[in-house]
Nanobody, 114 residues
Framework: QVNLVESVGGLVQPGGSLRLSCAAS????????MRWYRQGPGKQRELVAT???????NYADSVKGRFTVSKDNAKITAYLQMNNLKPEDTAVYYC????????WGQGTQVTVSS
């Protein structure tokens, strides 16, 4: 069974940056797409970014131009670089992958506040 483990998030001031990582126990990202989701307080879980196995990326309009998804196949790790963070980016962030998008990380809290 494949496991995904996310890095610890944290508290960031508005305008700041943070990079999340998602480490897999097997070479899943070279085979399947991976996605970053987030769920803010009182909100539904939303798709933030997608990275296909071939390297195609797609972003939610709310993060386009600020967030960048990438991966290192050798390290079996995916990343979400978040720049110019806003208070509305506060959420629990999850990475996801698998043939049927069935594998989830444990989630990591990102709080953007002054």
């Amino acid at each position: 069974q494949v496991n995904l483990v996310e890095s610890v998030g944290g508290l960031v001031q508005p305008g700041g940056s943070l990079r999340l990582s998602c480490a897999a126990s097997e070479s899943i990202f070279s085979v399947y797409a991976m996605r970053w989701y987030r769920q803010g307080p009182g909100k539904q879980r939303e798709l933030v970014a997608t990275l296909t196995s071939g390297g195609y990326t797609n972003y939610a309009d709310s993060v386009k131009g600020r967030f960048t998804v990438s991966k290192d196949n050798a390290k079996i790790t995916a990343y979400l670089q978040m720049n110019n963070l806003k208070p509305e980016d506060t959420a629990v962030y999850y990475c996801n992958s698998g043939a049927f998008a069935e594998v989830w990380g444990q989630g990591t809290q990102v709080t953007v506040s002054s």
